[in-house]
């Protein structure tokens, strides 16, 4: 859900967070509040709760926006902020140019958040005549205070895995090194949560362990994934789509039947996917071998081809000059086919196999031998 823009980056809303402001009002209504012991009826604690709930995620999106005012004064443009189930996300443009901008973009996040926790305790004061505002605005202070000290842990993907990512970066000058040292950390930080999570549930039922090993879990599953996208990332970078794809790929033409498609394409080449072409040669989907199974064989004969194509995604038709990067967002994986098409005529395709297999060769390059590996020798 939209919830409008700053500085032309739209901000959004996930579902999740409904799930979030739900549990939040339920605490904050039936305990938090009415332990202040102002004896306030429930409409007024419900009413409070809600504003303090509302309150809390407006201060989840201060904490994104404040990343994404220092990104852009860093010349880091961001294409989203969002908030979810576990907090907010602000989607940057590529990466920082320098340790130190990269530094004061993640370090802005969680002195946002402090900067509201101080503003609510110094609030606190004021409030003491009134029991149920004093308790919300504590609440809201401490929240804020826990979420800019947790943020700082140091393991990738959170705000202190960028502050550690940034450190190696300016001591060594290697950033694919500062890469997998706050990616490691950050599984270290997941084990470390969800063994936490597992005591908690044991000893301490009431503590809410379960919690700690979702954020435990989703911590070290994410630095992996990061991980794995910058190294391909990397391995792909100055590349173009040219250099990645298969060329001169067979093609299905559509109008034909299966039977004929059989015998004069698919058995005279190795490809199991192959783009659907109408009769001006240009793609209009594509499709797998294994999807004639599904036709009985006595209707080979009379279906067409282009009935059992596949729409093509929109960002899976390319140019050859396109950077190679493109495959990445999001990764082409397994059979899935990207059409590389040139003057209206398909000159390559590129499954996630074909991705897979130039990110190996990359991989086995000697140091100090530049260039993509070619592929005939
Ligand atoms: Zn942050």
Redesign the pocket.
Known sequence: MRLGTIAKVPIGVHWSVLLILILLVAVLGTSVLPAAGGGDSALVYGSVAVLTALLFLASLLA??IA?LLVARRTGVGATSVTLWLLGGVTELKGEARTPRAELAIAVA??LASFAVSAVGFLLVTPLRGVPVARTAMIWLATMNLLLGAF?LLPGAPL?GGRVLHALIWHRTRDRAQADRRAAGAGKILGGLLVSLGAAQLLLWPATGGLWTIIIGVFLAVAAHTQLLQQQMRDALAGMRVRDVMTPDPAVAPGWIDIDRFVSSVASRSHQTAFPVVDTSGAPIGYLRLQAFQDVPPARRGETRVDSLARRLPPGRVLSPEQEASVLLDPPLTGDALAVVVEDGRIVGTVTGADLARMIQLIGLRRPGVSGPPTKSS
């Open positions: 904490h994104e990343h996040g969680p943020n705000d």
